[in-house]
């Protein structure tokens, strides 16, 4: 017998369990056809077919939503299901992992998929100066072996309970080996959707594959054409026009407008999103714990929340793991807005005030202009002059975040407490975006990912929050519901996923016109 794994479930039946599973997506009384037109932020003209590189919404979508298909896949319940990967089992000690891989499965240009396919993608991965974000997983591998056509054997250098939620990571499609450079060039894998045509930064156009393995239970749309709009005014008034049938990012502003036309519907769920503002810890001043301290006292996060979000989130302690964790750390002591507390830790630092910059731009997240110069505001109280940098919009992740020592960002969170450490925080990972390294939480990180006690486990990730909230390199004032919006012409199964935005970046597979 199969099943899914649910990321509250699988430490409580342990990694060696039996096989785990797909068990597929729900099923209810869907349409097929049409064309479904997207207006989506998220968009750089730097984009690329190579998901190693995707960091925003506009790819993420695209990608692993639309034209490639990954090992495994969070369902929109939260339940781990089966992508390309049909079953998987593990060793008692979570180290070994077998996969079972789909048959009769092909690549849009007809090449079958295989073992081999799976192995060379894990690689794209260690190739020597590749940029992927999902290195720290897959360095993890110590041995890939192909076991025959179908099946892979994966050997892990220490055990990891979370293994397979991993392999749902948006950066890990499956790409046809031996043509890697072209299925980039020209965006060829397994998914539901084949690229018509692409204009990075501008537009996509995507049509419905036939005879998919996933037919009967995904993938209604006819077509596809994903419009970038960055600008969040443009991106409303295209859904309100009727210009669109749906986008992300809803502007809080223009909610009120958006809620009164009867057309439209807004969809909300609260995930693990959090919006940060990470500093380089390598870089003077940042790289004095009292004034990051300093800093982290120094912000109002209810104004935060009441005026950027209006609402729609709550209040974080700059700590990554968010409400929708199974590990979250809800009882630290808060880092509380506190000007006095913030020029004691100043002073502590040798220091009688503080003059720094921070770059925002609203491409890191909606509102973040207007973010930063709240937190200017409440600094000044502190006697921290904090001077907004306004970054352009267009190629903000490239030339601004991991290069700028201090800058506004937006993480969508992870499924599971290692999920998110091991790509934001781990020592030397490409997206550790302050380059943060404490000894106790390196120590507890490794320690914590092969450990199959659930009681134990929540022991170690509560103290590793700890760490990052009072000595990490985040200021994380505010965790963010994914606030959505959509034509009422389109329907869904009535579940929508948190992981990302868009119902998990998975909209285009899952829903269709009513």
């Not at 790819?59 to 639309?66: D, P, R």
């Not at 890990?172 to 204009?199: H, N, R």
């Not at 209006?310 to 000007?339: C, E, M, R, T, W």
């Not at 910059?357 to 202009?369: H, I, Q």
Request: one cysteine or more.
């Amino acid at each position: 017998m199969t099943r899914s794994i649910s990321r509250r479930g699988l430490l409580k039946t342990g990694a060696a369990a039996g096989v785990l599973a797909a068990t597929g997506l729900p099923l209810r009384a869907q349409n097929r056809g049409g064309t479904l037109r997207l207006g989506l932020a998220g968009a750089n003209t730097s984009d690329s077919w190579d998901a190693r590189t995707h960091s925003d919404s506009f790819m993420i979508m695209l990608a692993h939503g639309a034209v490639f298909d990954c090992l495994t896949e969070v369902a929109a319940d939260g339940e781990l299901v089966g992508e390309l990967a049909e079953s998987w089992e593990a060793s008692p000690d979570a180290k070994v992992w077998t996969f079972k891989l789909r048959q009769g499965v092909t690549f849009h240009n007809g090449k079958p998929f295989g073992a081999d396919d799976v192995l060379e993608s894990l690689n794209m991965h260690l190739a020597e100066g590749a940029k992927s974000a999902a290195k720290p997983i897959i360095e993890n591998i110590s041995e890939m072996k192909k076991v025959n056509d179908h099946e892979v054997e994966l050997t892990l250098n220490a055990g990891n309970a979370d293994f397979p939620f991993l392999l749902s990571d948006y950066h890990i499609c499956m790409y046809p080996a031996g043509q890697v450079e072209e299925a980039i060039a020209k965006g060829i894998g397994t998914g539901l959707y084949k690229v018509e045509s692409f204009d990075p930064g501008v537009r996509a156009l995507l049509s419905r594959v036939d005879g998919h393995y996933k037919d009967g239970r995904a993938g209604w749309f006819d077509s596809v054409e994903a419009i970038a709009i960055n600008d969040s005014s443009a991106r409303m008034n295209a859904l309100m026009t009727g210009q669109v049938d749906a986008v992300n990012r809803v502007d809080f502003k223009t909610e009120p407008l958006m809620r009164a036309n009867p057309m439209i519907s807004i969809f909300e769920v609260t995930g693990n999103q959090h919006f940060t503002f990470p500093m380089l810890t390598g870089v003077s001043p940042f790289d004095n714990v009292k004034v990051r301290q300093a800093l982290k006292h120094a912000v109002n996060r209810q104004e935060l929340v009441d005026k950027i979000l209006l609402g729609h989130g709550a209040v974080a302690n700059d700590n990554p793991i968010g409400p929708a964790n199974q590990y979250f750390a809800k009882d630290l002591p808060l880092n509380d807005y506190d000007p006095d507390k913030a020029k004691a830790l100043l002073k502590e630092a040798g220091l009688d005030g503080l003059k720094v910059d921070l770059s925002a731009s609203d491409a890191a997240f909606p509102g973040a202009v207007d973010a930063a110069q709240l937190y200017q505001a409440s600094a000044k109280a502190a006697g921290i002059d904090i001077n907004v940098v306004q970054e352009p919009a267009d190629g903000y992740w490239s030339n601004v975040w991991l290069k700028k020592p201090w800058c506004a960002c937006y993480w969508s969170g992870r499924a599971t407490e290692d999920w998110m450490f091991s790509t934001a925080y781990e020592a030397g990972v490409p997206w550790n975006d302050t380059g943060w390294i404490n000894d106790r939480f390196q120590e507890l990180l490794f320690t914590a990912r092969a450990e199959l006690d659930s009681a134990k486990r929540r022991e170690m990730y509560h103290e590793m929050q700890m760490l990052i909230s009072t000595e990490g390199g985040t200021v994380i004032p505010m965790y963010a519901n994914f606030v959505d919006a959509h034509s009422n012409k389109l329907a869904n199964s009535g579940t929508i996923g948190n992981v990302f935005q868009m119902d998990s970046s998975r909209l285009i597979e899952r829903w269709w016109f009513a």
